[in-house]
């Protein structure tokens, strides 16, 4: 059983979780539901001590998680991440061969046929972003450098100082709209409704949250932004490049 009391996680001034309370029994299966942004993930992180909530307790069995050994709790308790957590040294088809070939869910050839499959897949996908009139944030080309910040549009990734920083997907379409338009202002409404369509909410809380969680990423000092920056009740604008 997992019971969570008035858990809290603030990033920055921003409160991603404002006092959660969820019971979870053994067996019972939970979905949790939201727009992208809104915290299920840091919630999750939480749970796993991933991320240290800055207030509340999570129980497992009737123990706090922070008296537990980490290992132990992992062991019962297991996150699969939404972005890419890939072995460097191998290549992608490698890593999607690692885990049945550990397992010995197949045979050496069909694990290698079933990861050229997924592989086209992608490809196949890559291929309809980039074309799509509806995606023109992504199907950019070639890349947009400004200080130690380059978004690729061609491999869909944000690198500061030469690393791969990691964005999730809805991060990465927020990055590369803004490297779009450079050095303008762009509302909130705009970038919402250019990333979630026409129908989308107008509460900015989503976007706020992504936004901490990318400069967390990208930024030296979150609070004293190089690259994102905040024009108070109106949106955001990327930094300009020199050249």
């Not at 749970?47 to 009737?62: A, H, K, N, S, Y």
């Amino acid at each position: 059983m997992i019971v969570v009391k008035d858990l809290k996680k603030n990033y920055n001034g921003l409160d991603v979780l404002k006092g959660i309370d969820l019971t979870i029994n053994k067996g019972d299966v939970v979905c949790l539901v939201g727009p992208s942004g809104c915290g299920k993930s840091t919630f999750l992180r939480c749970l796993t001590r991933l991320e240290e909530p800055d207030g509340g307790t999570v129980m497992l069995d009737g123990k706090e998680i922070t008296e537990r050994d980490i290992d132990a709790t992992r062991a019962q308790m297991g996150m699969v991440f939404q972005h890419f957590n890939l072995f460097p040294h191998l290549t992608v088809k490698k890593n999607l061969e690692l885990a049945p070939s550990l397992l010995k869910l197949k045979d050496k050839e069909a694990i290698s046929q079933r990861a050229d499959e997924l592989l086209a897949r992608v490809r196949t996908a890559i291929r309809h972003t980039r074309t799509a009139t509806g995606n023109s944030e992504i199907a950019q080309q070639g890349t947009y450098t400004v200080g130690d910040l380059t978004i690729d549009y061609n491999k869909h990734q944000v690198l500061v100082r030469g690393e791969n920083a990691k964005l999730t997907l809805s991060e990465f379409r927020i990055v590369a709209l803004l490297g779009k338009h450079a050095g303008r202002v762009m509302t909130y409404d705009s970038i919402i409704k250019e990333l979630w369509g026409p129908r989308a909410s107008g509460d900015n809380q989503i976007l706020r949250v992504n936004m901490a969680n990318i400069r967390r990423k990208i930024e030296k000092n979150p609070a004293e932004p190089e690259y994102l920056f905040t024009e108070v009740g109106v949106g955001y604008r990327m930094a300009e490049s020199e050249n």
